[in-house]
């Protein structure tokens, strides 16, 4: 049959639309096959869409719809889905690897080498041993997990407080969806994390920047933004800030919390840092809040591995039951597999054993970054130099375009992040975030800022401004 089924096929392509074929008789005749061969054979091509049969009358080619000349026509849908554009390119550009022999002095996740692959197979080998490990999981995540996370935060946190989501951004934005209606106002931070300004948008809300110094987001400038807007919500890192690196001192955490209280807000505290200090550093605002008033954030894919996509989300009271609803009509739960080789990783001492060394090299990495940048681009000015985390954030000189620079340093094979997409509004001067994860070695590390010093010297005398040594 399917011989035959190609013999047709060929002479429907020679025939023309409308032409009819031997009959079956005939083709019994001509290739000494049965009839039930000969009507498999044409309706197979009947399926094709190569040949239409007519009762008592034959079978015929069929008429193909004619092909546009040019591509494919895609404008209705503009029309179609209207103004709800979800814009990602902020985000899109942090998770792009590099080319190859290209630096990158951007992203968010370890380098390969910083990852404990090993060690996490391991945990992964012995997660799928266990004998449930296929099965539903509890809808609000492993009850091992949940407690683990609720210690993790402190304070007075149990494991029913905690829902397990699939990484830190999908807990930002069921927080968001949550927590404010479309249309209305959240407080962020100024500069601000891309991907938490990108689910904000995606939400429908509008983005209002409160200003930051060194110490973090100013509490007196907070209140006056929440009396301004009326914003029920205020998203924040109160350690290790990206891209700043600022910190929220103890006094400072404690009037945030009181300032959202006064206004019946919620804070959504991202803690992605926590394991990245090198210093001691105040506890989280949720171990520090009685009311409600926190949902904190805590996810593993930035210490781990990107693909490790869980996080704990910490919520009480009907705060909590709305950002549960919205997850479980959104994914349902996070796979039983995954929760179980996370579980399995934290409670081995690959844990304690992987934070220490990343500390170490982390700590390297900074210093190393910071004093490359120091010699090297003497025109750019570190925001401060923090005390852990993944960045630094440079100020440029206010004559320097910052496009033009993130493109020349592409240009010598160097990968930086523009300043802008950092912001909610109109940017105060060119700025840009270096990252010393993403490198594989110090000396990488250092050539990438190399490079970098080379692009900024380049767009420096392309703009008759004095030249800086290099």
């Known amino acids: 049959m399917v011989r035959l089924a190609a013999i047709l096929r060929e002479e429907t392509e020679r025939l023309r ?8 008789r005939e ?3 001509l290739h ?13 091509l009947a399926a094709e869409g190569r040949v239409v049969t007519r009762p008592g009358s034959g079978t015929y080619v069929a008429h193909r719809p004619a092909r546009a000349d040019g591509p494919a026509d895609f404008s209705w849908q503009t029309v179609a889905l209207g103004d709800r554009v979800v814009d990602d390119t902020g985000v899109s550009g942090l998770l792009t690897p590099p080319p190859d022999g290209v630096v990158p002095l951007t992203g968010g996740y370890l380098n390969p080498a910083l990852r404990p692959s090993k060690a996490l197979n391991a945990a992964a080998t012995r997660a799928l041993r266990r004998p449930d490990v296929w099965a539903l999981p509890p809808l609000t995540g492993l009850t091992e997990l949940r407690g683990w996370f609720a210690r993790e935060a402190g304070g007075d946190i149990t494991p029913s407080d905690v829902l397990v989501v699939s990484g830190g951004q999908s807990a930002l934005t069921h927080a968001l969806r949550a927590l404010a209606a ?4 959240v407080l962020v931070e100024t500069p601000a994390y891309p991907g938490a300004l990108a689910a904000a948008r995606a939400a429908g809300l509008r983005a209002t920047a409160v200003p930051m110094d060194r110490d973090g987001v100013r509490p007196e400038l907070l209140a006056e933004a929440f009396a301004v807007t009326g914003a029920r919500v205020f998203l924040c890192q109160p350690t290790l800030h990206n891209p700043t690196g600022a910190t929220l001192t103890r006094e400072r955490r404690e009037q945030v919390l009181a300032v959202a209280r006064a206004a019946g807000a919620f804070v959504i505290e991202d803690d992605y840092a926590r394991y990245f200090t090198s210093a001691p550093v105040p506890p989280p605002l949720v171990a520090l809040d009685a009311h409600g008033t926190v949902v904190h954030v805590n996810s593993l894919s930035k210490v781990l591995a990107p693909s490790m996509r869980v996080a704990g989300v910490i919520a009480r ?29 934290v409670s081995s001492g690959a844990w304690p054993r992987h934070l220490s060394a990343l500390g170490t090299e982390l700590t390297a990495r900074r210093n190393a970054l910071a004093a490359a940048v120091t010699a090297r681009v003497p025109a750019a000015d570190i925001h401060l130099v923090p005390r852990g985390g993944l960045h630094l954030w440079v100020r440029l000189p206010q004559d320097l375009d910052e496009e033009t620079v993130v493109e020349e340093a592409r240009r010598q094979g160097v990968l930086v992040s523009p300043g802008r997409i950092y912001y909610p509004a109109e940017p105060p001067g060119p700025r840009i975030r270096l990252t010393h994860v993403a490198a594989a070695h110090l000396p990488e590390l250092a050539e990438g800022v190399r490079r970098l010093a080379l692009a900024v010297e380049r767009v420096n005398s392309t703009a008759g401004a004095p030249s800086n040594p290099v």
Request: net charge positive.
């Open 17 to 24: 639309p409308g032409d009819r074929l031997p009959s079956s």
């Open 27 to 29: 083709i019994i005749r």
């Open 32 to 44: 000494g096959v049965s009839p039930v061969t000969v009507s498999r054979a044409l309706g197979r």
């Open 182 to 185: 479309p249309g209305t106002p």
């Open 317 to 345: 009271g009907p705060a909590a039951h709305r950002i549960r609803a919205s997850r479980l009509v959104d994914s349902f739960f996070v796979a039983r597999p995954l929760q179980e080789t996370a579980l399995e990783f």
